[in-house]
Structures are given as structure tokens and as C-alpha cells.
């Protein structure tokens, strides 16, 4: 069975001090739990002490961008060892608002996968359709487009630890969830993709989460459904309560 994984996307908030008073809350009101993993996405400058504060809890360290170049002229950057000497065992990839916000497309996407694969950073990998795209009927050849060009030359063994996260954009920070129905068929969809790129062995043990407006009220019934392995938690996650409360319906 696959294990189910909440991770939480702090995107642009907590200085170092909000940092710390928000891990210390999330320890204190985590249940644990043997089959869900716990990660945590705080800004960079938050990943040292972080990973410190959580070096004694079940709790794993995931960074919310990534270079794809190891070193040297790149101002603003941040590489793979860095994120790893930090303590970082995940990096986001992909964000609906690194694409739309920040150009970032398919191709430079996939270069960052391939780095933080032979980095031995786990990539969560981003896809989803905006609503134009949903609404005009392209969301599955959009859909079908970010996984086929983000994964292009990743072999199966590279791949057999990345998590996949199906964001709508439409429902990131909008507080309009996809019924979990709406999320079942793009997953199933996602995972049959899976199949047919690689193979069932590796569709089958693929971690993909739902991401957009998961709160602790519907936490339990999207991540119920049969292709659904967790979230990626925006706004929820910066509240303790809120994020424990996700964890603790998985
Ligand atoms: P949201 O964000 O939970 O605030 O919708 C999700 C995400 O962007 O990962």
C-alpha cells in the first residue's frame, strides 16, 4: 500500500522567528502516525533551523525551489547540495506559481528533476490546469504534456522515490476545492499516464498528492479516494492547528 504523505507549502511567509514558533507548534500538535509522512516546505531562509528543530520528530525537510545548475554564476540561486547540506530531503518542482508567476516551463522543469534526482533529493513534481484550460476541454492533453515533457529521460529507477502532486490552479489559494470526485479521475488519469510511460510496477507505487485548498474539513475525503496519496497544503499549513488537523484526518 502506499504510504500516504502531507506536506506543507509555506510559499512566501514566516521570517525565521514565525519559523520557529510554527515547527514548535506542529510538534506539539502531531499526532504520529506510521502511515503518513509529515514534510514541511519552510522559505530557505528558514531550512538550517528548521531541520534542527526538527531532527528529533518524524518530521522531513523539503525546500520549495531549486537550481538546476550546481554552481557558479547564478545569482538568487539556490543548488541541490545546498538544499541537501541544509538538512533537505525533498524539493517542490513545478508550482503553479513558479510556471505562471515565474516562466517556468516544462523543459526547465524537467532539468531541475534531473538534478535534484541525481542530487538525492526526493522532487515533488507539479502539475495541473488552470481553469481556461479545464473549462475549454484541454486539461488532460495540458495534463498529459507536463508529466510526458517534465519527465522526458527519467528512467524508471531514477524515478521509483518521486512524489507527484496534482494541483488545480484553479483551486490553489481560492478556497474552491475539486470534489473529490473531479480529483479521482485526474489522478487515475495521472497514474494511468504513469503506466503507460513506464510501467504499472512504478504506477502503482507512485506517491501522487492532491493540491488546492485542502483543509482539515475535507483533508479526509479527498485523500479516501483510491488514487489520491495525500496533499500538498497551502494556506492550511500555516496555521499548526490547521496542518495537524490534515495530518491527523489522513
Ligand atoms: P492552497 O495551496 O492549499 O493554499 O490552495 C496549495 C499549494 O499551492 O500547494
Redesign the pocket.
Known sequence: MRQKVIAG?W?MNNDLNESVLLINEIKEKLVDRDNVKVIIAPPFTSLDRASQLISNSNISLSAQNMCYEDSGAFTGAVSASMLKSVGCEYVILG???RRTLFGEDNSLINKKIKKAIVSNLIPIF?IGETLEERESGEMKNVIEKQVREGLEGISEHDLSNAIL?Y?PAW????GKVATPEQAQEVHAFIRNLLKELYSEDLANKTVIQY????KPENAAELIGQLDIDGA??????LKAESFAGIVNNA
Open positions: 507549502n510559499k508550482h503553479s506559481e507539479c502532486a494541483e483551486a490553489i489559494g481560492t493540491g488546492g485548498s485542502v500538498l497544503v497551502g494556506g492550511a499549513c
